[in-house]
């Protein structure tokens, strides 16, 4: 029998376990995603209907894959359950999830984007300039809703981790620049993180809000987190500013009442008070993320028996990820947005590579040059998931002029996150957008070169990451002779993944085309030694 049938029914089995994942299930036509976190049951593959016997002449066996009754009840007692557990989590974490309190002063702004340039030494970057580093600043500014850029300033510096970033001079011209822009509310200073003392002066000095990249792109996280996840951990990465603000608090009122004030009788001082309120509330935030990551490794472990390959597919923020595995897997409900960190969720998605192989593209945060370690920090209770996964899909934005740094930003973060090896040698490095260069042919050895919103170069990618996969999993693409009246089909029903069956009715025999592990081939061969195997 041809792939048809057989082919959707394996797409159909991927997309339950995509739904596992986070994608969530659907009939008929492509699936929306769901996160990671938000998987909860899990059920055995199902195995072919036994009733029947050997496929028809001409027709050849159909393989459903439907539950039957008492495994819906099955699930229904088991959601009921999670669904009670979910209850209890939602009210223990209603509290940590609550407003932040640094979303307060983050309303509108009209903002002064100030980069300091660093002129020579170990903090100045050899792989890009001040003016592309100031232009991703202001990207991010756009990211942001109801923020307006009204100028864009570079100023020289010699040390940018002193007090004031700049030199007496360069910050006095700074000043007069900021203050005589009209309606300023803010300063983007482009900097990693400012201290708590650096951030008052300036804002002493200037008269207005200043924000460093850190602040900047934790409130793009919070506009675009949808997850319970996502927003704990926001939440987690809120705490270093939150008692860096406690500290600046503190200062002001030792200055405006003459020293610390115990409370209510309590021995304690504002300052010892509130480090202990955060203290508990980080306890919690990464007690609940525990949890989740407990629950996740549970759905991998059950995941693996269902043994359908899992490719991460990861990037700079803003490469085409989404639009890529909207591509490969023909995904309507995928709606890839131009602009940085929209994607902060996992999400799981079901495709097929061209021998028909079921696999599941799992779409994971972007990254970003100059993160702070501790933003990273906490986002690893995500990006670990990458770590499970049978093969890693670089993809980068070779039409950006930073994309050698952006290349090197993305290795970085992945070494730092303790990635296997094994998965870094494997990795499948893809160059998109070569539709706006003109012959573009790639320069490093072994990557590939695509567009992904025209579909260029994409049945060479899906080439590679099926070979790279059956490399990762030890499976073998292979056709064996079998007679349909013995107990090979079954088997290979149960044991292997059976990608197309053509049948010979005229001596009962059929050839069937499977993918198949090593210790499943070996295991095949022993029980049935005289079939007879092609392999391609």
Known sequence: MGPGRLSQSLLLRCRRVAAVLGAARCRGGPLPARPLSA???????????????????GGGARWKGAAGAGGAEEDEEEEEEDDEGD??????????????????????????????????????????????????????????????????IIIPTKNPDKKFIFGKGNFQVLTEKIKKLPHVTAVFLNVERISSLTKKELEDAWGVKVFDRYTVVLHIFHCNARTKEAKLQIALAEIPLLRSNLKNEVSQLDQQKGGSRYIMGSGETFMETQNRVLKEKELKIRSALEKLRRKRSLLRTQRRKREFPVISVMGYTNCGKTTLIKALTGEAGLQPRDQLFATLDITAHAGYLPSHMAVIYVDTIGF??????????????????????????????????????????????????????????????????????????PTEENALAISALHGHGLELLKEEIEKKVLTATGKKILTVNINLEGPQLSWLYKEATVQQVEVMPEDSTARVKVIISSSAFGRYKKLFPNSKIFMP
Do not use: C
Not at 44 to 57: K, S
């Open 39 to 57: 998987a909860v049951g899990l059920r055995a593959p199902q195995r072919p209907p036994g009733r029947g016997g050997p496929p028809r002449a």
């Open 87 to 152: 209850d209890e989590d939602d009210a223990e974490l209603e509290e940590l999830l609550g407003p932040s309190p640094l979303a307060a002063g983050l309303g509108a702004q009209r903002v002064a984007v100030v980069h300091p340039a660093v002129k020579w030494g170990p903090k100045k970057s050899p792989l890009t300039t001040a003016e592309l580093q100031i232009a991703e600043a202001v990207a991010l500014v756009d990211t942001l809703q109801n923020w307006t850029v009204l100028d864009k």
């Open 368 to 441: 970003l040059t100059d993160l702070p370690h501790n933003l990273v920090e906490s986002f690893s209770a995500t990006l670990e998931e990458v770590a499970y996964s049978d093969l890693i899909v670089h993809v980068r934005d070779i039409t950006h002029p930073e994309t050698i740094l952006q290349k090197a930003t993305v290795l970085s973060v992945l070494k730092n996150l303790n990635i296997p090896s094994h998965l870094l040698d494997s990795m499948v490095e893809v160059h998109n957008k070569v539709d706006l260069i003109e012959r573009y042919k």
